[in-house]
């Protein structure tokens, strides 16, 4: 009886956030194998053949150019003038999990059910609360507890006046694991929720991978297909069906765990 008045509960839950949607004409209504509207994306995404290493599983169908695949793996490249070593070297373990995010930021055609529209000067979308596997999440914290940072969003805040990014005056730089004490932390946090760790696993069909063997195919287009699946059913505006598995998924760990 329980789990069914939680069930009730959910279903409120939704239509009063459904009914709080804003209606507008410019709404994404295309999930499925698209790219950004943003700063180095392409407008359609296709075959890209020399994609550089890190970024090269997504050479079947990318919405990265050749180019851009090869300024990912740079330091403070052209593409943000962002410098990873803002607090002294970063170890390389590190630096690979975040050369892999923005393979995956840029080269993606399967992040259109997270695509939200931003009023920015150098992007129009952005992605929001794109579910991570749990295991990229865990392993990106673990090999970057040791390395320093000063800021736990990277997304603002920083002091640009060199040309790229330093911290600001009166930020201290201490390991990772100071400014994110949890794998969460860190997912969620250091690109304004551009993630939210999933309770899901790779292979689940349920979370984007970020690392994946593109001979086994991409994982992530089945994913995308699920969410989009789960948004537009019903009609439902973007966001709010894969907002309603996420709370039936925790609700059933506490009545059922």
């Known amino acids: 009886m329980a789990w069914q008045m939680t069930q009730l509960l959910l279903l409120a839950l939704v239509a009063v956030a459904w009914g709080a949607q804003p209606r507008t004409p410019q709404a994404r209504t295309d999930l499925l194998n698209v790219c950004m509207d943003a700063k180095h994306h392409k407008t359609k ?11 090269s599983p997504w050479k079947k169908n990318a919405c990265c150019s050749v180019n851009t695949s090869q300024e ?21 373990a590190c630096k690979r999990h975040f050369i892999q995010d923005t393979c995956l930021y840029e080269c993606s055609p399967n992040l259109g059910p997270w695509i939200q ?7 129009k979308e952005r992605v929001l609360n794109v579910p991570l596997c749990k295991e990229d999440c865990q392993i990106w914290w673990e090999d970057c507890r040791t390395s320093y940072t000063c800021k736990t969003n990277w997304h603002k805040g920083w002091n640009w006046t060199a040309g790229y990014n330093q911290c600001p005056v009166r930020a201290a730089c201490h390991r990772f694991d100071f400014y994110f004490p949890t794998p969460a932390a860190l997912c969620n946090e250091i690109w304004s929720h551009s993630y939210k760790v999933s309770n899901y696993g790779r292979g689940s069909g349920r979370c984007i991978q970020m690392w994946f063997d593109p001979a086994q195919g991409n994982p992530n287009e089945e994913v995308a297909r699920f969410y989009a699946e789960t948004t537009n059913s019903g009609a439902m505006p973007q966001g709010i069906g894969p907002l309603l598995l996420n709370l039936t998924q925790i609700l059933q760990g506490w009545f059922l765990g």
């Open 45 to 55: 995404p296709g075959p890209e053949d020399k994609l550089h290493d890190q970024c």
């Open 117 to 123: 529209e931003v009023n920015q000067s150098w992007r």
């Open 72 to 92: 990912a793996h740079k330091d403070i490249s052209y593409l943000y003038r962002f410098n990873w070593d803002h607090c002294g070297k970063m170890e390389p």
